[in-house]
C-alpha cells in the first residue's frame, strides 16, 4: 500500500484507485501466460522424452519398472494428474485471454488449444510404454530380468 500512495499521493487509499494501479496491461498478460504456458508445454516434453529415453537405454531402470510391483502404476497415475492439472491451468489461462481486447484472440486461443494437445501426447507416450512393458504385464524377479536383457 505504501507503493501505491507514493505513486498516486495520499489520495490513493480508495479501493477505485489500488486497483487501477494494481491492473495489469493486456499486452503483459499475455507475456506472462505465454511465459507459463511454455513452461508447461516444455516441461511435459522433457519428462516425456527423459521418461522414455531411460526406459528404452538404461537396463537397471528398465528392469526396475518391471521388478518392482506397482512402480510403473505409480509413476503413470503421477503423470496422468498432472498432465490434467496442467491442461486445466492452460484452458484457464485461454479463458483468462477471452476476456481480454486484443486484435489476435482467435489466434492466441488456437494456440492453447494446441498447447492442450501437445501436452496430452507427450504425456501418451511413457504412459503408453510403460503400459506395454512396466510391471503392469508381467512382475518379474530383477535378476532375471537384469539376466534376460543381457543375454539379448
Sequence with gaps: MATVEAEYGAAATTDETRSRALKISNAALIRVFELYSNAIVAF?????????????????FGCLMRSVENLATGIVAQMVATALLSC???????????????DSIKLLCSLYSAKIVAILLFT??????LLSYGSMIETIPFQECVRQFSEA
Design 124 to 129: 501418451a507416450l511413457p504412459v503408453i510404454l
Design 88 to 102: 486445466f491451468a492452460i484452458y484457464r489461462m485461454r479463458c483468462e485471454l477471452r476476456g481480454t481486447d486484443n
Design 44 to 60: 511435459f516434453v522433457v519428462q516425456s522424452l527423459t521418461l522414455s529415453f531411460t526406459f528404452g537405454t538404461n537396463l537397471r
